[in-house]
């Protein structure tokens, strides 16, 4: 079964109570940041005390993913030679621009554990355009991934996103349309509005119904709003399983589309309720 990614929470490494905190938390995956949550004077702590997290464990979610910095900067060799000796799920790589940005990442974490895979944050204009190649370099490397960065992509455009996104939201869509393509996991970006529970779960649903598979959080408070946005719902559960149960009945075998409750559906809407199903049951695991 796979894993959910509804809940992608961020932190910064060099923030112990933060680390100790989020070992509580039941998020999706918690995100040890070393790249824009922590100042360049705390870089290299911060690098440590992800290595020291990591060793210790303990962590209630899923996945613990770690951010690096880029390989444009001074930290970038140094963070991915950690953390590729220090094994978490996930490697994710910032503002990646391009194929070869991924194959750079791909080759400096060939020791890392197998299981180990890498993400890359879409949050430059060069990133958007080039979604494509960056999704089919998957065939060959550990991309898994990709993580809509939208406060940089924002700035990138001098675009001034409101509270519907409209700006952004041709670029996420094509996030969401490339990582399907490659077979990714596709995360929504952040919601900047910590204490405004309205706005974040405007953004999940508007996120989910773009097609993400989750969100990225900044406060542990934003957890269980993005979780119940990106859940199957009970009628949608209900659905699906109707669905599913048509088309397993022997008279539908052999076709292509039937009437349940009065609607038309195709087999196309089987996988769906199947998927539906398979989170369901991942998200209750």
């Not at 951010?67 to 994710?92: F, S, Y």
Request: net charge negative; charged share 30%.
């Amino acid at each position: 079964m796979s894993k959910p990614w509804r809940t992608v929470l961020f932190l910064p490494a060099s923030n112990a109570r933060a680390v100790e905190k989020a070992r509580t938390l039941t998020c999706d995956a918690v995100v040890l940041d070393l790249e824009d949550a922590v100042a360049p004077e705390q870089k290299a702590d911060a690098r440590a005390a992800m290595v020291e997290a990591l060793h210790a464990g303990g962590f209630r979610a899923q996945s613990v993913i770690v951010r690096v910095n880029g390989l444009d900067t001074e930290w970038g060799e140094e963070d991915l030679l950690a953390a590729a000796g220090a094994g978490p799920d996930v490697i994710l790589a910032p503002k990646v621009d391009d194929a070869d940005a991924v194959g750079a990442y791909d080759i400096r974490i060939v020791q890392a554990p197998s299981r180990t895979r890498l993400w890359a944050m879409i949050e430059t204009c060069r990133g958007a355009l080039s979604l494509r190649e960056i999704a089919e370099t998957a065939a060959d490397t550990r991309l898994k991934g990709l993580v809509a960065g939208v406060n940089d992509l924002a700035k990138a455009m001098r675009a001034r996103p409101g509270a519907d996104r409209a700006p952004l939201v041709p670029s996420l869509a094509a996030v969401v349309q490339a990582a399907r393509m490659g077979g990714l996991v596709a995360i929504d970006g952040v919601c900047n509005a910590i204490e405004d529970d309205a706005q974040l779960e405007r953004e999940s649903r508007q996120g989910r119904d773009l097609g993400f598979d989750g969100k990225s959080l900044i406060h542990p408070r934003q957890i269980e709003i993005a979780e119940r946005a990106f859940s199957p719902s009970p009628e949608e559960i209900a659905w699906a399983r109707m669905v599913v149960e048509a088309f397993a009945r022997p008279e539908n075998a052999d076709r292509g589309a039937i009437r349940v409750e009065g609607k038309m559906v195709e087999r196309l809407h089987r996988v769906e309720a199947e998927r539906i199903l398979t989170a369901a049951g991942a998200a209750l695991a």
